[in-house]
Structures are given as C-alpha cells and as structure tokens.
C-alpha cells in the first residue's frame, strides 16, 4: 500500500492532478502519513544543547577519550599484553574495561547497551591494539549520545545505586571519578614501560622550546 501510495504522490506531483477524492479514507490516512514523513520544507527545531551538569559531563568525556586514545596510540601493539603482574589487568584489558563500563554505565541513565555486546566478556575479546582502540571510541561515543539525550530536568532524577537513592548527577560523577581511577593506572603502566605519555611529552617540548638560548661562555 505504501510503495502504491508513494507511486501516486510521485505522479500526480508531476502532473498536477487532483488526487484526493479518488482515493478511500483509508488510503487519505496513510497518504498524509507518506507527506508528512517525506515533507523537508517544514525547517526542524533544533535540541538546545545540554547544560548545567550534562555540559560538565560531556566537557569531561571529550577530555578522558582524547587522554586515552592519545595514550592507547602511544603504546606499542607488543605491549598491549603487558601486565604489571599475576592477576591484574594487562594494558588491553585496562583500556577494554573503561570500554566496557562506558557502555555499560549508560543503563543509570536508561540507555541499554548495544545490542548484541557481551559486557562480561569485553575485557578479554581482544589484544589487538586496532580493535581495543576502535572499541574504546565506540564506547566513548555510546556514553556521550546517552547524556545528549537527557533533559535538564532528568538530573534530579534517581536510581538504585550502591545501596541508595542516587540522582543522575551522581552517577555522572560516579562515570568520572571511574574514568580517572582507569586513565591514572593507564599512565602508570605506559611509564613502567619507559612511555611517556604524549600530553607531558608535548608540554615538555614547549617548555624546551621556551627556554631562552644559552649565551656562550666567554
């Protein structure tokens, strides 16, 4: 019925015919429904965007994703099974972690994650450095889309969380102060593997290149 429907407007457009009395109340229904999701001169609103503590969230994300996959992309892929010992988390299952509470977290907000992922297993899916990396701005980019998608008024909101009542602003501080427990152990790992991470790495060229130059001895 649809496809006929869309046949018909087409045609009658370019022809000019009057088409509405020929056609059953039925199909005026479904025929205003096609013109109504087809019609792009209507302008749309846009979403204002987030505020408040929605803004210092994403302001947040946009830092610890760059932090991690600046120091991800330092690291050699060698490296990327690396663990400082026995039992503790290698440097791909550190960063697969962040990943795996990015899309997990969200449920808080009552965003799922995606479909089809297996949370519990995230972790240790992978040791490939192209794949930990994806993975981890995919994640970044589900927890940002979930916050877009709140209100102002969502805040104030509650969940169940660690035995109580918890507003939607804890649990942003919550994704936060997580995000850096797990930026700090990355750093930590990347030094006792003689990396440096490339933030400091840049500051301390500029600060090199700041110096004034040595006068020679006389």
């Known amino acids: 019925m649809r ?4 046949c018909f407007l087409g045609f009658t457009a370019v022809s000019g ?14 025929a205003q429904r096609v013109l109504t999701a087809t019609d792009t001169t209507t302008p749309k609103t846009a979403l204002a965007p987030p505020s408040g503590a929605r803004a210092d969230l994403l302001d947040r994300l946009d830092y610890y994703e760059k932090r991690f996959l600046d120091l991800a992309g330092a690291v ?13 988390r290698s440097i791909s299952e550190v960063y697969l972690h ?30 490939d450095k192209t794949k930990v990396i994806q993975t981890v701005k995919d ?7 979930a916050v877009q998608g709140l209100s102002e008024a969502d805040e104030t909101k509650t969940v169940k969380l660690f035995g109580g009542d918890r507003t939607y602003r804890y649990v942003f501080v919550f994704i936060v102060g997580h995000l850096g427990e797990h ?3 990355s750093i930590a790992y990347a030094r006792m593997n ?14 090199q290149q700041a110096k004034p130059a040595e006068k020679p001895k006389p």
């Open 3 to 6: 496809r006929v429907i869309l």
């Open 17 to 30: 015919m009057t088409w509405v009395g020929t056609l059953t109340a039925q199909e005026k229904v479904a």
């Open 76 to 88: 050699p892929a060698k490296k990327y099974t690396w663990r400082p010992g026995e039992g503790v």
């Open 98 to 127: 962040v990943a795996a509470a990015n899309f997990n977290l969200p449920r808080l907000l009552g965003t799922q994650p995606p479909a089809g992922l297996d949370i519990r297993s995230l972790e240790k899916s992978t040791t």
């Open 139 to 145: 994640s970044f980019a589900h927890i940002r889309e």
């Open 183 to 185: 930026l700090g152990q």
């Open 194 to 207: 003689g990396i440096v991470p490339p933030w400091t790495e840049e500051q301390q060229r500029q600060q």
